[in-house]
């Protein structure tokens, strides 16, 4: 079992950053491929960043490239989503998850192959 609680969410202007933690219990986060997705309303769950278990190949989509940085803290079982640049379109409930499959060297790009979840945290973004 893992559990995980996403923090770090809130109201932020156009161009601000913030910085989302997932800490994770039951497990440590270094045993899985882990990832953060966002929902809008009226929107498809989409993946905005994932980290292969090892933690050499990271995936983001091209509207967080170069903006959004996933990474993890081993020592304090937390993984992070630094969001830099952010723009009003950012703006939904960020969730993060892990993949309990036993891969090593892949990210994990679709939600229904994560077997955890976070309960989300909200990012607004004005303009």
């Known amino acids: 079992q893992v559990q995980l609680v996403e923090s770090g969410g809130g109201l932020v202007q156009a161009g601000g950053s913030l910085r989302l933690s997932c800490a994770a219990s039951g497990r440590t986060v270094g045993n899985y491929a882990m990832g953060w997705f966002r929902q809008a309303p009226g929107k498809e769950r989409e993946v905005v960043a994932a980290?292969?278990?090892?933690?050499?190949?990271?995936y983001y989509p091209d509207s967080v490239k170069g903006r959004f940085t996933i990474s993890r803290d081993n020592t304090k079982n937390t993984l992070y989503l630094q969001m830099n640049s952010l723009k009003p379109e950012d703006t939904a409930v960020y969730y993060c998850?892990?993949?309990?499959?036993?891969?090593?060297?892949?990210?994990?790009?679709?939600?229904?192959?994560?077997?955890?979840w976070g309960q989300g945290t909200q990012v607004t973004v004005s303009s």
């Open positions: 980290r292969s278990r090892e933690g050499s190949k990271t």
């Open positions: 998850a892990a993949d309990t499959r036993p891969t090593y060297y892949t990210v994990t790009l679709y939600a229904n192959s994560y077997d955890y």
